[in-house]
């Protein structure tokens, strides 16, 4: 079976497996405050593609681990994911009216419920992880998980890569400085997860040290791919404004490179990814497969 047709075995049935798991994890929105909990399960249940679940699947799968124990780190990673999408739409951030092909969290709600309901999201993400009544993994590898997910989600991972995109605009990037900020904005997540699933099997630093190598470029490689659609794709296929970064005058990889050359340096990127897997020496299909679908995805 080629990459691709074993990821499409597995990966709707992962999107289920969240989606479940989230159902159960995010407070029913019966209970108090209704209005908060209600705006957590729109913006994190049946949501997106669960790309960064996919690759905590992906990653325990080449290394043995059962999807049982996985299901937490992939639901805590897409929990902060939820969240940092809730926030980059707020009028604060890039003001986006649509998001996962419906009103974004604020336009559906309020601006301040959607601030709040992010924010809960996200310490959410730490509750799951933290649930002394969770037993799947040691409370070592917990603790060494929780590290990674803090770590990207603050001032030098996603927190703080949003502070660089927010002041790009007045200056002139170079390709450095753009890929720079989306190392922290977009790739420290991606590293998250696949860091993640390698935790749940193994705190080998060679093996974390290969997983690293496989999961940075593959970070840059999905954002310079959601650079392209952005401005080539539209906006139903996308479940997100077509052309907003143009709109906003948003430097990219797409506006500075150009279509092709922005392809031909994420497909370099892919390359490099998957050279990194050769190190691990188990059967990485999946991660390969996550690699090849990163730069030929159309949303
Ligand atoms: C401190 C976590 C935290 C956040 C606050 C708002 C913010 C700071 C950071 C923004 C991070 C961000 C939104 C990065 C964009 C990453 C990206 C390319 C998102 C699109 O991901 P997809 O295509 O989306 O996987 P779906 O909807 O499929 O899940």
């Avoid at 730490?126 to 799947?136: G, P």
């Avoid at 890569?161 to 900020?181: F, I, K, R, Y």
């Avoid at 840059?220 to 906006?235: K, M, R, W, Y």
């Amino acid at each position: 079976m080629n990459q691709s047709a074993a990821l499409h075995d597995h990966w709707p049935r992962w999107r289920e497996r969240i989606d479940k798991s989230l159902e159960d994890l995010i407070p029913d929105a019966t209970l108090s405050p209704p209005l908060l909990h209600e705006a957590m399960r729109y913006s994190g249940i049946s949501a997106g593609k669960r790309y960064r679940a996919a690759l905590v699947y992906a990653t325990g799968h080449a290394l043995c681990v059962g999807e049982d124990t996985l299901d937490r780190p992939a639901c805590a990673v897409e929990l902060i994911h939820a969240f940092s999408l809730v926030h980059d739409d707020l009028p604060a951030m890039d003001d986006d009216d649509l998001r996962r092909g419906k009103p974004s969290c604020h336009k559906a709600f309020d601006e301040a419920t959607a601030i709040l309901a992010g924010d809960a999201l996200q310490t959410l993400a730490f509750a799951v992880l933290s649930d002394s009544d969770w037993h799947a993994l040691s409370p070592k590898v917990r603790l060494n998980m929780l590290n990674v997910l803090a770590n990207a989600s603050g001032s030098l991972g996603l927190a703080g890569g949003q502070v660089l995109d927010l002041n790009m605009n007045s200056q002139e990037p170079t390709l450095e400085t753009l890929a720079a900020m989306h190392r922290c904005k977009t790739g420290a997540l991606i590293e998250a997860a696949v860091l993640m699933g390698g935790l749940c099997a193994t705190d080998d630093f060679a093996t974390l040290a290969c997983l690293k190598n496989y999961a940075q470029p593959l970070g840059l490689a999905f954002q310079v791919i959601d650079d392209v659609l952005d401005g080539t794709g539209d906006t139903v296929t996308l479940g997100k404004p077509a052309g907003a970064d143009q709109e906003r005058g948003q430097p990219t990889f797409l506006s500075i490179l150009g279509e092709a050359p922005a392809r031909k340096y994420a497909e370099e990127l892919k390359d490099k990814a998957i050279d990194a897997l050769d190190d691990l020496g188990v059967d990485t299909t999946l991660l390969a497969g996550l690699a090849q679908f990163t730069v030929t995805r159309s949303h």
